[in-house]
């Protein structure tokens, strides 16, 4: 069974740096692409970046201008997500999902990872 | 980026009942489109790839079709479990892009 595990809800202030993980169970981990979505109540569901873990090739929405770095280790089948300083409007929650058809869909998804950006 | 609008915004129907909902895309995407369905407090549920393939385990009463622009996802008969949000993504390009969402209430 295909199983991906967030890491817990996170609640940061602005500039903090925080880094979240997806944990993958019960497929090929390096042979499929995971994914990162982020859903807010205004924005709806955006796809924030893409991360081969075979290689670690990556792709990001360039609406992110390098806000956040996608990277995963292989060694434990395990793919982040992690800004430098986050801001308020961060705040979201986070999915990571496998990639179907080389990453074009998103089959399995994670349970979410819940982050608040507050002073 | 490639826009996908959604349409209705929230659709009310009762059990049995077929439902239709349409997405457009700003530009051509050939047939690189899928469907999602989420619950509150939920993560997205994959339904549909390639615009009319159902995937594995989803129920035969939804179907998607279209090409190019325009998508309908149909549900051919309301089930009570079947209420919750509906996505379009297109998958044709980077950026991938969802549409707004379409509420569908039993």
């Known amino acids: 069974e295909v199983q991906l595990v967030q890491s817990g809800a996170e609640v940061k202030e602005p500039g903090e740096s925080l880094k979240i993980s997806c944990k993958g169970s019960?497929?090929?981990?390096?042979?499929?692409?995971v994914g990162w979505v982020r859903q807010t109540p205004g924005k709806g569901l955006e796809w924030m970046g893409s991360i081969w873990p075979g290689d670690s090739d990556s792709r990001y929405n360039p609406s992110l201008q390098g806000q956040v770095t996608i990277s995963a280790d292989k060694s434990i089948t395990t793919a982040y997500l992690q800004w430098s300083s986050l801001r308020a409007s961060d705040t979201a929650m986070y999915y990571c999902?496998?990639?179907?058809?080389?990453?074009?869909?998103?089959?399995?998804w994670g349970q979410g990872t819940l982050v608040t950006v507050s002073s | 980026d490639i826009q996908m609008t959604q349409s209705p915004s929230s659709v009310s129907a009762s059990v049995g009942d077929r439902v239709i909902i349409t997405c457009r895309a700003s530009?051509?995407?050939?047939?690189?489109l899928a469907w999602y369905q989420q619950k509150p407090g939920k993560a997205p549920k994959f339904l549909i790839y390639?615009?009319?393939s159902l995937q594995s385990g989803v129920p035969s009463r939804f179907s998607g079709s279209g090409s190019g622009t325009d998508f309908t996802l149909t549900i051919s008969s309301l089930q009570p479990e079947d209420f919750g949000i509906y996505y379009c993504?297109?998958?044709?390009?980077?950026?991938?892009?969802f549409g707004q969402g379409t509420k569908v209430e039993i």
């Open positions: 390639d615009a009319s």
């Open positions: 530009q051509s995407i050939s047939t690189w």
């Open positions: 019960g497929y090929s981990f390096t042979n499929y692409w």
């Open positions: 993504q297109q998958a044709d390009s980077f950026p991938r892009t």
């Open positions: 999902a496998t990639g179907k058809d080389w990453g074009r869909y998103f089959d399995y």
